[in-house]
């Protein structure tokens, strides 16, 4: 979570529940909380939209990399029997000397 991002409380939001404020000034407040966690619903949404997104792309880069484990077996099982194959036919060939 990005904590920059918070803002911190004015004194005049600080001040204790017994302090009576004007209905304007409650009203100011209420509206204030408001935008504030619409804001934080906002960033939430977005948040987990990007997690959704990474867990997919996540999802995607093992499947690619469980296809390129399987090409590296096949292909070295292929080199090998290539390798095993030419050495037989070295093998018959006579060597002159």
């Known amino acids: 979570m990005c904590y920059d991002q918070l ?4 004194e005049d ?3 204790p529940w017994r302090t009576t404020r004007s209905p304007d ?3 100011a407040v209420v509206e204030d ?7 934080t619903q906002a960033r939430l949404e977005r948040a987990r939209a990007r997690e959704a997104e990474l867990s997919r792309r996540l999802q995607e880069m093992k499947r690619f990399v469980s296809v390129m484990e399987i090409l ?3 292909l ?9 194959h030419v050495r037989r036919l070295l093998s018959v060939i006579p060597q002159k000397y």
Request: charged share 40%.
């Open 33 to 39: 909380l408001r935008d504030r966690l619409a804001e």
């Open 76 to 84: 070295k099982r292929r080199f090998q029997e290539q390798q095993q």
């Open 72 to 74: 590296e077996t096949y």
């Open 13 to 15: 939001e600080i001040t």
């Open 25 to 27: 000034e409650n009203a």
């Open 7 to 10: 803002r911190s409380l004015s």
